[in-house]
């Protein structure tokens, strides 16, 4: 069993791979608090514990992460909880994809492994939206070269930024209304919001189709707002909650024995 942690900015998930499935769901926990290496490895049993998991069925750890100041307390947290050394998404570990960009180095393990997903389970000529603390969206061809990217605020960012800046206006929940009709404060800012962003991903998506010159890529979407944009549109074709974990496990595979 494969244990696969993502750690970005705004929460670490981990996540346990029985060959190309999750195993009793995922984990999630935030970034932002400090721990030390024994509370992420009291986090990390507690998650064994849940899925009735024991540490020996663990037989290999796979990090992405864009947050590196956490790395030294969590890959602590590894060796002394799990046995193991972690394998980090990062230089010199095979992928399968090509960074084609101006400056690779600047393309985080969170992008690699979506792309890595994609392109491996569903085909190239893809574009792949990642609905997170930022909303990127990467296209990726049927080479497997990563030859572009598009960076929003996420969808919480930008309602925080609504209610934090605005004195009167405040805080909601990120949900869509009825109508675009909003007849007080708190469904106007939730349409506002909603469906400002769902016109936002779409005009994203058919300009880079358009200056492309393609109009038969796929749009696969992944991250945990992504479903709330996913169900109201029709210009994403597939929602998969699971893609980071997915294209760890693939990046595995392709390092076995390489440690």
Known sequence: MLLTVDIGNTNITMGLMNDENIVAGTFRITTKAQRTSDEYGSLIMEFCRMSNVTVDEIKDVIISSVVPKVMYSFNNSIRKYIKKEPIIVGPGIRTGISIMTDFPKEVGADKIVDAAAVFNIYGGNAIVIDFGTATTFDYINEKGEFLYNVIMPGLEISAQALWQQ??????????????????????????????????????????????????????????????????????????????????????????????
Do not use: C, Q
């Open 166 to 259: 605005a004195a009167k206006l405040p805080e909601i929940e990120i949900s869509k209304p009825e109508s675009i009709l909003g007849k007080n404060t708190d469904t106007s800012m939730r349409a506002g919001v909603v469906y400002g962003y769902i016109g936002s991903t779409e005009y994203i998506i058919r300009k880079m189709k358009a200056e492309i010159g393609r109009d038969d890529i796929k749009v696969y979407a992944t991250g945990g707002l992504g479903r709330v944009i996913y169900n109201e549109t029709d210009m994403i074709d597939h929602y998969d909650p699971d893609l980071a974990f997915k294209g760890m496990k693939i990046i595995y595979d392709k390092n076995k024995g390489r440690k």
